[in-house]
T-cell receptor
Framework: DSGVTQTPKHLITATGQRVTLRCSPR?????VYWYQQSLDQGLQFLIQ???????AKGNILERFSAQQFPDLHSELNLSSLELGDSALYFC?????????????FGPGTRLTVL | DAKTTQPTSMDCAEGRAANLPCNHS???????VYWYRQIHSQGPQYIIH???NNETNEMASLIITEDRKSSTLILPHATLRDTAVYYC???????????????FGKGTKLSVKP
């Protein structure tokens, strides 16, 4: 158990819909990262937040957005969903008080768009 | 981040040592070698990281060549539960909240066989 939690575990929705994925980082970790893993693209970095502020953006579509709240949990919002958005979405956290550089990943949310 | 080259797949007999190689010939002086693994659709799991000295923890050992152009991850007594995709990543450790995302390649699929 990495200490990172993600909800929901599975999500099935239809094209055009909007969903929200939630991540709670390890206690004390300030940085949250979102990654997408699809069959054809592998693990791809989407976006990073550090203590509430956006720090880096990767291959994140304009239809996707995220935020990190004062309690450090994060949400990834996916809108106008397309079939190709079906993937595993992982959240990772790092940089707690002990300043460890490695990232700890949650169990993921499996999104299926029908 | 520097690029890495790993074999696509490897087999290992249960109870034997698994030696997973990684080439990173363009690694910079301040980049570390990190290893993560992903067991079937679970979140990636941090294993170990190092700069130039050999490192060992409860999971594995990391051997880095003197010129730092390659490294080997060693699982001393592989079990069936070690069957996973292993990713070698080189990066500058993120300690200050700046961009610190991981760039995953295709990794090595290790199959541990009874």
């Amino acid at each position: 158990d990495s200490g990172v939690t993600q909800t929901p575990k599975h999500l099935i929705t239809a094209t055009g819909q909007r969903v929200t994925l939630r991540c709670s980082p390890r206690s004390g970790d300030l940085s949250v990262y979102w990654y997408q893993q699809s069959l054809d693209q592998g693990l791809q970095f989407l976006i990073q937040y550090y203590n509430g502020e956006e720090r880096a953006k990767g291959n994140i579509l304009e239809r996707f957005s995220a935020q990190q709240f004062p309690d450090l949990h994060s949400e990834l919002n996916l809108s106008s969903l397309e079939l190709g958005d079906s993937a595993l979405y992982f959240c990772a956290s790092s940089l707690g008080p002990e300043k460890r550089s490695e990232q700890f990943f949650g169990p993921g949310t499996r999104l299926t768009v029908l | 981040d520097a690029k890495t080259t790993q074999p696509t797949s490897m087999d290992c007999a249960e109870g034997r040592a698994a030696n997973l190689p990684c080439n990173h010939s363009t690694i910079s002086g301040n980049e570390y070698v990190y290893w993560y693994r992903q067991i079937h659709s679970q979140g990636p799991q941090y294993i170990i990281h190092g700069l130039k000295n050999n490192e060992t923890n409860e999971m594995a050992s990391l051997i880095i060549t003197e010129d730092r152009k390659s490294s080997t991850l060693i699982l001393p007594h592989a079990t069936l539960r070690d069957t996973a995709v292993y990713y070698c990543i080189v990066r500058v450790p993120n300690y200050g909240g700046s961009q610190g995302n991981l760039i995953f390649g295709k990794g090595t699929k290790l199959s541990v066989k009874p």
